[in-house]
């Protein structure tokens, strides 16, 4: 490296250490969401991710008719406990796979489920990492990938979001929910080994997977001091 260049925060991200730290973290809602649990933060959050969804199936209607004409099969990407399969996708898929490579957090998803009586709506619980998920072509209605990105190394993400577009079905769509950065540039924090992209980062990573943005938004009423979050929809660009 230069003496003029300047190290890109995700070339920090450690994979290991990243496990390292959320197997040492309590498998429950207050302890995914970082002790916001107990806060406004997980309804708000529902909520907007709720009405995020209708809003794209009433402004794509493609998208609503490949869930009822192909099934409405989902995907939760860094599921967590499943909180957001539970209370979000739960609502709109017939099943959901689960990716979670957090054995402790894995292990908790049926329970999580069962409490709510959806267990009918579990899928698959992969106990992988997103840069080895590979879903099969043309599985999913959507993808949904939240508060989990921020793990995968720029190029890795690239890599992640190209094989998710293969595994959804026509019209299917991925939705992405991430904290972003106030400024312009990407920040790592090493409790978690993890990066908070900038807005503008997402959208060069999005366009370099060969994904069109239809819709973005910024996640409305959510606690003081917390990052912006923004939720974006995507589909694969016609030419790629």
Known sequence: MGANEIEAPDTNISYTDAIEYWTGVPA??????????HTTLPKTDVKGSITFIKRISRLYPEFEE????L?????DVGAGI???????????????????PVVPFANQI??????KNLLDRLGN???????????????YWFIWCQWCLGQLKDTHLVDFLERCKTGLQKDGLIFVKENNTSTLMDEFDST????????????RIFDEAGLELLQA????????????????ALRPKKDS
Do not use: N, W
């Not at 099934?71 to 995907?75: D, K, L």
């Not at 619980?125 to 599985?139: A, H, N, T």
């Not at 080994?193 to 900038?198: F, G, L, M, Y």
């Open 82 to 100: 499943g909180r957001v399969t539970r209370d979000v996708l739960s609502k709109f898929c017939s099943k959901v796979d689960l990716v979670e």
């Open 110 to 115: 049926s329970t999580e489920l069962e409490r």
């Open 125 to 139: 619980v992969l106990q992988i990492g997103m840069q080895d998920f590979s879903p099969e072509p043309g599985k």
């Open 28 to 37: 429950t809602v207050d302890g995914v969401l970082g002790g916001f649990g």
């Open 192 to 203: 978690d080994s993890s990066v908070t992209r900038a807005d503008l980062s997402f959208r």
């Open 71 to 75: 099934g409405a099969r989902g995907c």
């Open 217 to 232: 938004e910024i996640q409305q009423g959510l606690p003081h001091g917390l990052y912006p979050v923004r939720s974006y």
């Open 66 to 69: 490949s869930g009822k004409k």
